[in-house]
């Protein structure tokens, strides 16, 4: 599904990736974990795509296609998505508009704004969310946890073939956690691949991951089964350092 | 026919009719071409009288030197034609519209419009409004809703009180023009108590080129009344310039409500230089909420002078220079009593070298007493070409007054089209939405209709010559 191949990247001519090689089958969730400043979020950006990033060396394949130059959007519509750490928040646009322009784009139909309201609704009141929610401009004035849900909500309106999270746990509360993580176990098939990237293993409680790898310093250092997060849990990434 | 097909891609309505006037004098302005208007209007004698006096006072007076100094020099009055009569008579229904000017229209949606959700409705087309129809409830309810010309005729009472004192024609060198060679526009009369549910629209239409519109607008907003007022105006594409100078006046009695709303999308050719003002009496409430996409330059400053207490004015003005535009607009409020109320809201988007200005004054006079007013500016710039600046003004002679002002500026950020362009939008999707979203105050006082074809304006702006910068 997504094939991650000696992947350099850097910006303002920092190296931050620094030969990165991972490969995800569909119905896999791969946990990338990490400390602070390893440049884990950047992974999740550049994969997407943003062009912040330069890729200096090295390719990443999207169901057979070298999308390393591709813009954003395209990847979006080849099934790609990311979940923000921090959603940018625009103002005067509610959720429900650009879900409607989204989904029209991805899925190449015209949806009317009743259609996707229905398609929303369901959404909402697995994630906890209020009727009136989809008519909230985007992250304008959400909390931490609202943004959080926000993202989770859109992917599961967009309902993309492979996924990135990055940091979706922070900034929740227990409650929080408990929402966002049972609503993309939900979402999770045999057909569909994650890319988890978090600090901690609490989200990781909610979607089993097949593989974990730990981050450190722009690459992966090591690979192994759900295990190797139970010991980052206990003895933290010192032993990495 | 000039017609540049070039800049059609951009700004669709840019077509023009083959013209068939009744009466089109030389271009360039005299004395005799003003009476001759007048003639043609069989207008009273007081109005001719005014009209020759405001002449003098168009002439007597200089450009005004504060803004767009050297494009205002580069407009030449002998190259304009002031009076075009393009149909023998106005109609009041469709069909007796010539048929290439019904075309028109057609294209622009009027007449669907108000069959299905307006109240009333008047087409200008260069001079004259050749079209007007009021749904028969109006007429029920004692509105009364014409052009100007035909005001004058009918009701002279109410014309020769107002016409005028809102907007002196010595006010300003294009207020003078105006009131030389006014033609068309609307009169608005509600009478006290009564509301007027369903928009009330006026179009106007240049057609010719080197065409000058001089449209006169008065609204009278009688006792605990209210109306809302839709203009909306386009121009074909010529390499020629046009000249727009409208005056409106508007009165609103206590406890009345009047909005008056315009979206101005006039050709790049277009100057729009306009006099727009209101004067709000006890616990009365104008809003102006004023849209400008486009000509090449426009000076328009909406302005309420609160005269009793309890008065409100509200503008909301939002104005977007592309690339061959620079849109100076802004607001004026004046409070001459005390517990009067004005909010002044200014959205500019420039890009592709547009220039956007905000110009406010706010002027509190001594005694009125615990008066409120809040300025607020925010400018988004497109890309590092254009430019956006900021100029208010604050004359505050009461202490007890309370003012406020708040100004942003801000870019379309990377990290905002990254976020929207991950969802499956395109760039120029993702800034129309962005763009869209910052003038969404402005575009949710619109009736639906009108709130689609304005976004639609909007991605029609952000689409053209590719990408964003």
């Known amino acids: 599904m997504l094939e991650i191949k000696n992947l350099h990247a850097e910006v303002d ?38 062009p912040v990033y330069e890729i200096s060396k090295g390719n990443i394949i999207f169901e ?37 322009t989204a989904l029209t784009n991805i899925e190449e139909t015209e949806y009317t704004t009743l259609e996707l309201r229905l398609k929303v609704a369901e959404s909402m ?34 309902d993309p073939k492979f996924a990135i999270l990055d940091e979706t746990d922070s900034g929740l509360d227990v409650d929080g956690l408990r929402v966002v993580g049972e609503g993309v176990s939900k979402l999770k098939t045999d057909d569909k691949g994650y890319l988890v990237v978090t600090h901690y293993q609490r989200l990781l409680e909610y979607i089993k991951p097949d593989f974990v790898h730990v981050f450190v310093d722009g690459k992966i250092v090591e690979s192994g089964g759900v295990g190797l997060s139970d010991k980052l849990e206990k003895d933290g990434y010192e032993s990495y350092l | 026919m000039a017609n540049v097909d070039i800049d059609l891609g951009k700004y669709s309505l840019g077509w023009s009719d083959p013209e068939k006037n009744v009466f089109k004098p030389e271009k360039g302005l005299n004395e005799e071409i003003i009476r001759k208007m007048s003639e043609i209007k069989e207008e009273p004698e007081w109005m001719l009288n005014f009209r020759l006096k405001a002449y ?8 005004p030197e504060w803004v767009a100094k050297e494009k205002l020099s580069q407009l030449d009055f002998d190259d304009i034609y002031y009076y075009i009569k393009p149909t023998e008579d106005q109609a009041d229904s469709w069909d007796e519209v010539p048929e290439e000017i019904k075309q028109t229209y057609e294209k622009l949606g009027i007449p669907e419009a108000e069959r299905t959700y307006l109240a009333g409705v008047t087409a200008q087309y260069e001079s004259e409004v050749v079209y007007h129809k009021n749904r028969e409830d109006l007429e029920k309810l004692g509105v009364l809703f014409c052009d100007m010309d035909t005001a004058v005729r009918e009701y002279p009472e109410l014309v020769q009180e107002y016409f005028g004192t809102v907007i002196p024609p010595g006010d300003n060198k294009f207020a003078a023009l105006n009131s030389a060679v006014w033609s068309g526009g609307s009169f608005i009369y509600v009478p006290k108590g009564v509301h007027v549910e369903d928009p009330l629209q006026a179009y106007f239409r240049i057609n010719a080129e080197n065409m000058g519109q001089f449209e006169r607008t008065l609204i009278l907003v009688d ?17 020629t310039d046009a000249l727009h100078s409208a005056v409106v006046e508007i009165v609103v009695k206590a406890s009345g409500t009047c909005r008056y709303t315009t979206i101005q999308n006039w050709s790049n050719d277009v100057y729009n230089l306009v006099t727009k003002r209101a004067q709000a009496y006890g616990n009365a409430t104008m809003e102006w909420i004023d849209a400008n996409l486009g000509s090449g330059l426009t000076v328009k400053y909406p302005s309420v002078y609160l005269m009793e207490p309890g008065a409100h004015g509200e503008v909301l003005s939002v104005a977007f ?32 070298g547009g220039r956007g200005a905000y110009r406010g004054l706010v002027r509190v006079e001594d005694g009125s007493e615990t008066a409120k007013s809040f300025v607020r500016c925010d400018a988004l710039i497109l890309d590092d070409e254009s430019r956006s600046d900021t100029y208010p003004y604050m004359e505050i002679e009461e ?42 105050e402005f575009t949710k006082t619109l009736p639906m209709e009108y709130a689609m074809e304005f976004n639609q304006l909007i991605e029609l702006n952000m689409i053209e010559a590719g990408a964003v910068g």
């Open chain 1, 13 to 50: 001519d920092v190296e931050i990736l620094k030969g990165v090689d991972l490969k995800i089958n569909p119905g896999e969730v791969h946990a990338i974990m990490g400390p602070n400043g390893s440049g884990k979020s950047t992974l999740a950006n550049v994969v997407m795509g943003n």
């Open chain 2, 56 to 63: 003098k006072r168009f002439l007597d007076k200089p450009m």
């Open chain 2, 321 to 352: 220079a592309n690339s061959g535009q620079h849109q100076d607009t802004g607001a004026k409020m004046v409070h001459l009593a005390p517990d009067t109320t004005s909010l002044i809201t200014s959205k500019s988007v420039s890009k592709g």
């Open chain 2, 399 to 440: 202490a007890s007054a309370v003012i406020g002002h708040e100004a942003t500026v801000s870019k379309v950020g990377e990290d905002q089209l990254f976020y929207l362009m991950s969802r499956g939008l395109s760039e120029s999707e993702a800034t129309s939405m962005i763009v869209a979203g910052f003038v969404e």
């Open chain 2, 223 to 239: 006792e605990g009344a209210s109306v809302h007022y839709i203009e909306g105006c386009s121009a074909p594409v010529y390499t």
């Open chain 1, 64 to 100: 057979g296609e070298d999308i390393t130059e591709e813009p954003v959007d395209n990847r979006a519509k080849l099934g790609m998505f990311l979940a923000f750490q921090y959603p940018e928040s625009i103002p005067g646009v509610t959720i429900v508009n650009m879900l409607k």
């Open chain 1, 125 to 158: 009141e697995q994630l906890g969310l209020s009727a009136d929610f989809a008519d909230r401009y985007l992250n304008e004035g959400f909390s931490g946890g609202e943004r959080k849900r926000n993202e989770i909500l859109q992917l599961a309106v967009l």
